[in-house]
Structures are given as C-alpha cells and as structure tokens.
C-alpha cells in the first residue's frame, strides 16, 4: 500500500483513534512501514465523524489515515480476538492511544501481549501515563497544555492563556511513541525481544519546555509570557514594517552588527545599551522601539528583501493561505495530493523527514474507508495458516 | 558514560549547536547511544555562553548536553581532521545543525561522506533544509514559527501575533531528526548502507499545522488565533471558577451530559443550542457563559475535585514551578538530577520515553567540559590503530 521506505517490512497493527495515535502511525506509514487500522466494527475511529467534511467524508480523518489498511474488529467477539492475534503474531508493532487499563480490560495488556508474542513492540500514548497517581485519567490536548505549562508562557504579557494553536499536546505525544518506538525496533534487532514504549502527554509537554525549566530553577523567577519575544535573545521577536509586522532574529553580535547596517543605523551597534545580547535583552523595548522607527518608511516585502540580501534572518508572518504558497514549502514538496475516490484529489502536509535513499513522491494513497482491507486480509492470515 | 538503552553500542558524532541539533542528540544519549561533541577549539558549542549560568557555567548548555562526551577539534586543521575522520569510521550516526553548504565548505558534505563512509547515516537539521530556494539562508526558532504559520494561529482573537512560548521551531525538528535517524537505523540493518536525513525547522512546521491546513483547504477560510479555544471541539478552553481559570474539555457527547450534571446543569445537555458537537461549535460564546455562570460559586480546587470524580477531563493551569511540583510530574522521574562538578546538583527535563525494558535513572550524568574526554577518545582510536 504505502511508497517504499526504511520502514519497509515493519508491519504496524494500529489500535489508535482522533490525533496523537494516528498521527504516530502516519510518520510510520510515511516511512514505509504497513499500518493496519484495527477499527470498531459501524464507527470506526472517532475522527471520520470530525469535520470539515467533503462529499460527506472526513477531510480530518482522510489526513491523518493516508497510506494506511482498515479493518473492522469486535475485540469483544471470540472470532474477531481470533483474527486481531492472528495478525499480531505476524506484526512487529502494536500502537494505542486508549486511556491507562483499557488495553487489560481487553486482556491485552503489556504483559498478556509480552507473554504470547515475545517480539512485539507496544507503544502507548495516554494523557498521564501507565503510571503515577493520574494514570487513569483522560486527557485531551488543551488538558495537556495548560497543566504542563505551556499555556503559562504563550500569550501576550498580563493577558489571558492562550492555547497553543495547534495541538501539540497531541502531536509532541506522537513524536516521541514514533521515537521510542524506533528505538525498540533498533534493540530488537540485538535482543530479538520487544519492549512496551508508555508516553504521557503531560510528560512530553515538560520534556519541550527547554529553557523556561532552566530559567525557573537558576534563578526562582516563574517565567510569563512573553507575546512574540524570546526570553533570553535579543532582538528576536516581531518589528512593524510600513505596512505590517515581520520578524527578524539577529541572534549574535555579528548579526546584530548586520542588521543595524541594513537599518542605516551603524551607530546602533555601537550603542553600550545594545553591545551585547546581555545589554540587548535588558533593553529589548527600546532596542524595539530603535528598530520599529527605522523600518517604518519601508514596506514588508522591502525590508524582507533587504535583510534577506544582507544575511540578517527574518521572515514574514504567513497565515495558512500563505505558508502552502510559499515557494520554499512547495519546493519541499511539503503539500502532497491524495486521489480519494469520494472526495476527489485532496491536498494535505507532506513527511517532513527528507531522506537520500528514498523518493518523496507528491502523490500519496488515500486513507481507507472503514474496514476496506477486511477480504485481502483475512486471505493472507489464511494463507500463513495454510503454509507450513 | 550513559546508562544502558535501547541504543547501546550506537555511536553518534554530534556537530550540533544551541537547540535543535542538541536536543536530537540528547534524546539519542537518554535512549542509550555514545554522543560524542565535536566542537571549536576554544569556545565549543555557542549556547556554553548562554544564560542563565550556575558557578560561570551556563545552566542551558547542561541542560540539553548531559550524559554526551566532548573532544575539541578544528576542522580545517589537518592532523585534526584525521581525528574526525577516524572517529567518522567507527561511528553510525552524524548529527549537524550547520546552515546548508557549510559541511560541504569543510569538505564533509553527503556524497563525499557517504563514498568514504557507506554505513554512516548523515542527519541535519537546518532552518530550510538542504534543497529549494530558501536553502542557504539561516534561521532561528521565531523565523520558523513565524513563515510556518502557527504565529498566525496562536493569540487573542484580533490581537498580536504570538510566539509559542517555548521553540518550538527547534524542538520540533529535533524530533523529527530523531525518527529519520532511527529508520535509517532501521534500514541499515537490512541493507548495510546508511543514508542522509534532512530535516528543515520549516517543514516540520507545516507538519504539525493539524487540522489548520485542512480547515482551510477544505473551506476557504484562513483560520486565526482563538485564544484558549480548540477551533472545532466545544466545550474545549479555559472556563472561570471563582478564583481563576481552569480548562475543561469534554469532547463528545457522553462527556458533555457527564460535565452538565456535575455542573448542576442537566438542562444544558439537552439544550437544542448543545445538543451535539456541531451545535455547540457554533454556540460556543453562549456555552462558555453558561459554564462560566455556574463554576463561579466555587473555587478552581473545589471544581477539578468535582470534575475528576466525575470522570469529565479537566486540569490547572500551571505555571512552571506548579509543572514542576505536580505529583504526576514526578512520579513520572520527569524532573531528574545531574551532579554536576562546578554547578552542584542540577534538576532538568527527564526523558519522556518510559521503556519496559530499561531502568529511567533519577540521576544522570552532566554534560562535558569542553574537550573533557580528549585523551580517552584519542586513546580508543590508538588501540584501534594497533589491534589487526
């Protein structure tokens, strides 16, 4: 089903639903392996009733599924659990995202699954965790971020919380079950033996908190938000051209240098308040209000251009409309096409992991309706039985 | 010099600087494998001068660099770049977050690198990547929030462009540098041959855009910032208890009658305004007064109680040092412990990565002094030279 890929031959039984699961299994696919969606039997996975909808089908739900096998299994049901093991004994990974204990309730446990099927890698996300006093509880993103943190650092200073606008509560969850999960495959390999992968969203929110942690525990100050400024470098933040923001981040004395030559304000280097990061991020608003006064009499995409010319990073603040028009991101084939046979061509997020020894085909296959892989799969199942 | 993981008897150069490169690397070190620093003779990896600093030593580099070893070598010094190039020979992985071009200037870009060194897996991680019209140029973290679009979608409705609070531009392509360099690994194992991962801070951008991207394909309509709010899920953001704000998300139907009865309010779940997630969606102004109204009586602990017991998916908003004193937090080992020799005992992110077959140490090593292991790994490669 999928393009070729360092994956290739690893075959993933995904038990995952809505965003942080399916997301991990997507890198997966991408990369080659076989995800076979194990799904409930009439529903399937709770996001193809998410919107928004074309010709009555889940944009959502056809995003993140691309390139993957559905079937539809009643673990409740003798014959079902019959075919779900079957396919486990052939799978080298079991990926789910249910809450703690739901997978013991199925008798699917880490260590039921361990005992039966010695090789296989299970690779959980959950809120909190298989572990600790919050085990089983659900969680969802916006859960995730504000009790890890992130929330306390995103916004504008003495304003309300802010969500982060995308869900990384669900999507960091996604990266490291992909990571660990990798990890497994590579001791296997030396052990011949899997192991079980437990990722908590609230621990993977503490793990990408990066220097407020830091700054926390040197100094006893519990750090704010900020509005678009970085906490430690400046200038690094958002400047307002003649006709609208940009943002420029001249992270060292050299480009900090640059920068004021390409303001035609030499003498700004010079300047003792602004001569090094340290005295920069002491003066950072009016080291703002220097900078904001030189761009004023030129437009965006001038300034842009100019900066560009004189090595200063900086860019433009793009919405959605314009990051997928971005020259950069369609050169990077980062917007990929699926022909859904109802919804028609469908263009989604590319695989932003780039590899020499693969191609990064711009076509990718669509995801499955529910159960669509049931005869093809039931048939190899018969096949292994039917061998010696 | 790490503790034993799934990557034991992988050894990774790390060429990296400040963040993404060393986060990658530092999640291949929690994960087990050898990382060796290469850095400039004199001053190492730049964020060695970055605060904030415990004893003169900055508390940052620590933070991302423990458990890796460090040897300072010039690259464009002769008897050195035999060093490099020996130590290139018994390595696996090669990690830099170099600009593009800068490799191939010192001689070690991909196709020299991979004629000399077929197993090697060559990752690196840049603001653009190595292709397209944008390669050449820097970038740092606010660059790629800001072309990547999460700026224009994390904010005050109306209100300024907002930076996430922490870098994620750089975190994320740690990550997705991380699962590239493992399904190399991966592949390795069945072909032998190595491969170059490029991962560009903003690729990975649009890779994590979620739901934003389909939105607007789907219908037109360039998605903005919403606060606290999920775009398409209600009740999904923060709501106000009597003495501050706390989150809610009840994300189907069940959990919206269970969140109406704990709340007092069983009418609410049959409300023709909320009697289903798309209804609630486009009333979602009403809903949040409705919810607000009745939390209002009580205080934030009182209501989380409530809710908990309920089984509804609630939370604090945590600022970092509620984060970092959470019970769950540390009982998951999250926050773990480096004696270092100049700064004393030093706490940090764990890693989020819980494997059931290796032990997560509460203690770890600290990161090197510059060229700290010099001797010893010039010593390693005399005995290589000597042994047949």
Same sequence: chains 1, 2.
């Avoid at 070729?4 to 991990?24: E, F, H, K, Q, W």
């Avoid at 010709?55 to 049901?77: C, H, Q, T």
């Avoid at 699926?338 to 695989?351: A, F, I, L, S, W």
Wanted: hydrophobic fraction near 45%.
């Amino acid at each position: 089903m999928n393009e070729s890929g360092p994956l290739d031959g690893v075959v993933v039984i995904d038990m995952t639903r809505v965003l942080a699961g399916p997301l991990c299994t997507l890198l997966l696919a991408d990369l080659g392996a076989r995800v076979i969606k194990i799904e409930a039997p009439g529903t399937g996975d709770d996001s193809r009733q998410f919107g928004p909808f074309v010709n009555g089908r889940s944009a959502y739900f056809a995003a993140l599924n691309r390139g993957k096998e559905s079937i539809a299994l009643d673990l409740k049901n003798k014959t079902d659990r019959a075919v779900f093991e079957r396919l486990l004994g052939r799978a080298d990974v079991l990926v789910e995202n249910f809450r703690a204990g739901a997978m013991e309730r199925l008798g699917y446990g880490w260590e039921a699954l361990h005992g039966r099927f010695p090789r296989l890698i299970y690779a959980a996300a959950s809120g909190f965790g298989h572990t600790g006093p919050y085990a089983g509880r659900a969680a969802y993103d916006v859960i995730a971020q504000a009790m890890g943190g992130v929330m306390s650092i995103t916004g504008q200073p003495g304003g309300p919380p802010t969500r982060v606008g995308t869900s990384i509560g669900d999507i960091t969850a996604a990266l490291f079950a992909a990571i660990g999960t990798l990890a497994a495959l590579a001791h296997r390999h030396e052990s011949g033996v899997g192991m079980k992968v437990d990722i908590s969203m609230l621990d993977c929110q503490v793990a990408i908190l990066e220097n407020a942690i830091t700054r926390y525990l040197a100094t006893g100050e519990v750090p704010g938000p900020l509005g678009a400024r970085h906490p430690t470098i400046a200038p690094f933040e958002v400047f307002e051209a003649g006709d609208g923001p940009i943002v420029i981040a001249a992270a060292n004395d050299n480009l900090f240098a640059k920068l004021c030559a390409a303001l035609g304000l030499p003498a700004l280097a010079r300047d003792s308040r602004f001569r090094d990061n340290d005295q920069r991020s002491r003066n950072v608003v009016a080291l703002k209000r220097e900078i904001d006064a030189a761009l004023g009499p030129r437009s965006k995409s001038e300034w842009l251009a100019i900066l560009t010319e004189a090595g200063v990073p900086c860019g433009p603040i793009n919405n959605i409309a314009e990051v997928l028009a971005d020259p950069q991101v369609l050169a990077r084939n980062m917007l990929v096409s699926v022909e859904d046979p109802v919804m028609g061509r469908q263009r989604m997020p590319g695989n932003p992991i780039k590899l020499s020894a693969f191609l990064d085909p711009p076509t990718r296959p669509p995801a499955p309706e529910l159960d669509a892989d049931r005869d093809r799969i039931l048939a190899e199942l018969a096949d292994d039985m039917a061998s010696p």
